[in-house]
């Protein structure tokens, strides 16, 4: 009996020791883990492009403190493996006491928390700077503290995932070792490649699946609701109306709201300084997804509605490439529509009813086939037409529309030879054409405010007034890129996660705070939630460029004769 009750007691004596010895681990805590996840934590509170809320700052903390424990513990354990790190651990042992690394833990414990609150509330006031760079109203301060427990709770829950794909791991090894008698090394590998395959296939097959027929049936319900206030125009110049053979229930939620929408008579004649009766009724032309059944047939279907429209008559042609949800940004062919008196026609397709960053994620290659396929078939009926009458080629596309409306062209030279004008805002930055043109920027100029070949074919800029510098040649037809600074949907690159960019090497561009840097892994989420804000802060900063269109085509493609003046009297009007 009493030799029970004495091994009972070695048992908990054992117990005991083992829980003083190892402290916070017994509760599976790792200090390397908690001290990189601490410092990414904090590391996200610095500033981003543009200004983030508590929840906002709570996620994008959280979820870099989740990554920076399990980096923290990786980095534990290959040190650990070392032969110097044993050595030196039993020497620790032998030479602290027990109390001391008790109480060092201790103070990891209370500091954290400390240090989390305190960069809390400088963060507020970074954010503070930073709203006021884009121009909107200082907000108190209080409210962020608020982003802690969102912190705690989501980093807890990702230590918690990889902590289950780990206890995954080591039941597939254990059993291969009894199984198959394989050795502690080869079933540690194949346990991680098969929980690795497993997870690609249960998120890649269940979740993501689910989420994307989630999306898709959601967004199709949305598709096929008319928006309010829009009734089926009458004018035959529009697609959707009795004339059209684009027919109304076809076009799709934004192709009716395009349809519909557009300048008055009075309104362009104010803007055009052209008497009202020598004003023409814009031509809006949209072929939506149910429209015909593939982007060639669109294409077609839109050439012959332009056909119907008499489109080919008139002094410009603009095709306009639609983002993800085949939404039309109305201020680029209002703008032109103002300018010109009405003699504009403008064609649009829709290749997709999901948001852009949504069929950015899932596959953007149809937005480049759909702006492919829209853009040669407009240019080949425009070949048929006389040279003395053929109306002026304009290209626009925003946002992904932008990438869509690359792709229909091989480079700079193909597009003087086929297009009379581009325009193109908030480019995405995997942009094929757009990046190579940065990439090769003239020596000396950021990649934030990049020059190429002296700004004689293509220029950048931030504001429209920019594209009239340098003050050298530009020659026709001109290509221009609009893009902020501070838009997430320009800089958001895979490339932050473990890559400096020129542009937080250089000289912060406007409205970005000079506090922003780099840091690996938490910049990428920075800038990633930066993206659900891009059209927060006012016009001409985040992703928000209608304001300016006006100006930017007054510089990229004027009427004949066209002055400042002019533009000073429509920009009036366009902005009303």
């Known amino acids: 009996m009493s030799t029970r009750v004495s091994s009972g007691r070695a048992e908990e004596d054992a117990a005991v020791a083992l829980l003083d010895r ?12 908690l001290v990189v996840a601490t410092l990414f934590a904090l590391l996200a509170m610095t500033p981003s492009l543009l200004p983030r809320g508590w929840l906002f700052q709570g996620i994008v903390s959280g979820l870099s403190a989740g990554i920076g424990y399990g980096l923290g513990v990786l980095l534990a354990w290959l040190v650990r493996r070392t032969a110097a790190y044993r050595r030196a651990a039993g020497r620790i042992d032998r030479v602290v006491p027990e109390r001391v690394r008790r109480g060092a833990w201790g103070t990891l414990l209370a500091g954290i928390p400390v240090a989390l609150l ?58 291969l070792r009894r199984w198959l008698r394989l050795p502690p090394r080869v079933a540690l590998g194949i346990g991680v490649v098969a929980v690795l395959l497993l997870t690609a296939g249960v998120v890649e097959g269940v979740v993501l699946r689910w989420a994307l027929n989630t999306a898709d049936a959601s967004f199709s319900v949305s598709n096929e609701r008319t928006p309010e206030g829009v009734t089926r125009p009458e004018l035959a110049e529009r697609s959707g109306s009795p004339s059209s053979l684009s027919t109304w229930d076809t076009l799709g939620h934004y192709g009716q709201d395009f349809v519909a929408g557009g300048p ?62 085949g939404w039309v940004n109305q201020a680029a062919p209002e703008a032109l529509e103002l300018m010109y008196g009405g003699d504009v026609a403008t064609v649009a397709t829709q290749y997709s009813y999901l948001p852009s960053w949504i069929s950015f994620l899932v596959d953007s290659s149809r937005s480049k086939a759909a702006g492919r396929s829209l853009f040669d078939a407009v240019h080949a009926r425009v070949q048929e037409v006389p040279e003395d009458r053929r109306p002026r080629l304009l290209v626009y596309g925003e946002s992904l529309g932008s990438q869509g409306s690359e792709a229909a062209f091989d480079g700079l030279l193909d597009i003087r030879e086929r297009a009379d004008g581009v325009l193109w805002t908030g480019p995405p930055n995997s942009n094929e054409l757009w990046a190579q043109l ?35 040649p530009w020659l ?20 932050l996660l473990f890559s400096r960019p020129d542009w937080l090497v250089e000289p912060r561009g406007n409205g970005v705070n000079p506090a922003m840097s780099w840091y690996p892994v938490v910049t990428f989420w920075q800038v990633s939630a930066d993206l659900t804000n891009a059209d927060y802060p006012p016009m001409g900063y985040g992703h928000n460029y209608a304001d300016q269109l006006l100006d930017a085509w007054a510089v990229v493609a004027p009427p004949p004769g066209w002055t400042v003046p002019d ?6 009007v366009f902005l009303d």
């Not at 190892?22 to 883990?33: E, F, P, V």
């Not at 912190?151 to 254990?174: D, E, H, Q």
């Not at 803007?271 to 047939?297: F, K």
């Open 22 to 33: 190892r402290g916070w681990r017994t509760l599976r805590a790792d200090a390397t883990g």
């Open 476 to 495: 026709e037809p001109r290509v221009a890129y609009l893009m902020h600074p501070t838009d997430p949907v320009v800089w958001w690159s895979p490339d």
């Open 567 to 572: 533009t000073d009297r429509a920009r009036r």
């Open 264 to 325: 008055s008579r009075d309104r362009i004649a104010e803007a055009s300084g052209l008497p009202e009766d020598d004003v023409q009724v814009p031509i809006r032309v949209y072929v939506g997804l149910e429209g015909a059944d593939g982007y060639a047939a669109q294409a077609e279907l839109a050439v012959t509605e332009l056909e119907r429209t008499g489109a080919f008559d008139r002094a410009v042609l603009l095709v306009n490439t639609t983002t993800g949800t």
């Open 118 to 175: 305190v960069v809390l509330v400088i963060a507020a006031d970074w954010q503070r700077e930073t709203r006021e760079l884009v121009g909107l109203p200082p907000e108190t301060s209080a409210g962020w503290l608020r982003a802690a427990p969102v912190i705690v709770v989501l980093a807890a829950l990702l230590v918690a995932l990889g902590r289950g794909l780990r206890w995954m791991v080591r039941g597939t090894a254990l059993l």
């Open 438 to 472: 940065v990439e090769r920027r003239d020596p000396g100029t950021r990649e934030m405010d990049p020059a190429y070949a002296g700004g004689l074919v293509v220029r950048f800029a931030d504001d429209p007034e920019d594209l009239r510098r340098p003050d050298g």
